[in-house]
């Protein structure tokens, strides 16, 4: 079912002229009214009325993370504070967060795009939804809340944490959908287990998983573990939060931006070229309908593919394809690319492996050295040395052959990394 038939099934013309149209606006706007883009815009040597077609939009300068810090906190703000309704926030691992201000109409677009990300992933009115994503700064909560009642569910405000809770409350309440990160998920299953609680027997039907990189494999598991059809929603506070974009429940191969408020490019992260339609780049993204704090070209630093065939649920929004991880947590061993994600697809494919890693990363000397750190199931932590040894030489041997990397495998007890209630540490790197 489609939440909303005539933006989502827009023939490509259509959505290309509306995209065109309010890009002009957007350009306008900006430099009117953020002096930021008013300095780029003419450093560039380009006026917003330069913008006669889509491809113009190449010739825009980009903005960065930096930029966004460099403003701190509401110095890209397109409208006086008191237009701005709501103030979040991304948690930033280092100095200060990056702040985003969204006025009404943000908020009601925002709550439109979630709700049809809903419903392309199979829930509607009548569905309780069991939203674990964090309340609070953090873009994931509120997102998906306003979302959930737009579209006119029952939304059970959980928040993160509380895991024992979450599963009393999933069970007494009868919660049909789940929304949290991928990681936490597999968290909620681990504890279902030691408490006796059959998970796979509740009546969630549909989790919507997002945040944060996650592979195939890790989506069977999931979908193993609890019975349900695992979606990928992808979103950054920067340019809205949760809701930029989703896989259909119809395909689940791709995930449609929906292009009627966002235009996507995918660059060369070195260059800055916009590359061939359907190569594997960085996306950049300029919102086309934010009033709070539109970004023009913002650089994402996220990996994927832009994919344009139509799909077989009938929108017409283009697809990205699952992201590989970010440019900025791709690791360089020794000279060679390496994203957790790919190291992942290896480990959950091996028998007796638990779906909890680590990757440690130090530098011996010149030398990058790359420890991955894998938990086992009970039953092959007590196996005798030798099949621990053969486990570990499979796993090392795989990921050689995927990757071109050498690497020490590490074989821990069941429960010894670090849970995550949000999005999971995959990467320690001690190298700097
Ligand atoms: O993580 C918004 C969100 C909340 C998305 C809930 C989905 C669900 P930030 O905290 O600003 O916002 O982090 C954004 O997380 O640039 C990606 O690197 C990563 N990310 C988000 N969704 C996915 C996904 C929220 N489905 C950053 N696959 C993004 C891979 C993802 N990475």
Known sequence: MIWNDEFETLPREAIESLQLKRLQQTAERVYATVPFYRESFDKAGIKPNDIKTLDDLQRLPFTLKQDMRDNYPYGLFAVPLEQIVRIHASSGTTGKPTVVGYTKRDIATWSELMARSFMAAGAHKGDVIHNAYGYGLFTGGLGAHYGAEKLGASVIPMSGGNSKKQLMIMQDFGSTVLTCTPSYSLFL????????????????????????????????????????????????????????????????????????????????????????????????????????????????????????????????????????????????????????????????????????????????????????????????????????????????????????????????????????????????????
């Not at 590359?275 to 704090?293: D, F, Y």
């Open 189 to 432: 299953a681990e504890i279902a287990a030691e408490e006796g609680i059959d998970i796979r027997g509740l009546k969630l039907k549909v989790g919507i998983f997002g945040a944060e990189p996650w592979s195939e494999t890790m989506r069977n598991e999931i979908e193993e573990k609890l019975n349900l059809k695992a979606i990928d929603i992808y979103g950054l506070s920067e340019i809205l939060g949760p809701g930029v974009g989703i896989e259909c429940v119809e395909a689940q191969n791709g995930l449609h931006i929906w292009e009627d408020h966002f235009i996507p490019e995918i660059i060369d992260p070195e260059t800055g070229d916009v590359l061939p339609a359907g190569e594997k780049g960085e996306l950049v993204i300029t919102t086309i309908t934010k009033e709070g704090i539109p970004l023009i070209r913002y650089r994402t630093r996220d990996i994927t593919r832009l994919i344009k065939e139509p799909c077989i649920c009938g929108r017409t929004h283009a697809r990205l394809e699952r992201l590989s991880g970010r440019s900025d947590d791709m690791l360089i061993i020794r000279g060679v690319n390496v994203f957790p994600s790919q190291i992942e697809s290896v480990l959950f494919n091996i028998e007796g492996v638990e779906p909890h890693y680590q990757l440690i990363v130090e530098r011996d000397g010149n030398l990058d050295t790359l420890e991955v750190q894998v938990e086992v199931n009970e039953q092959t932590f007590s196996d005798e040395i030798k099949v621990l040894q053969g486990l570990s030489s499979q796993i090392r041997k795989e990921i050689k052959d995927l990757l071109g990397v050498t690497c020490q495998v590490r074989l821990v007890e069941p429960k010894s990394i670090a849970r995550s209630e949000g999005k999971a540490q995959r990467v320690i790197d001690n190298r700097q």
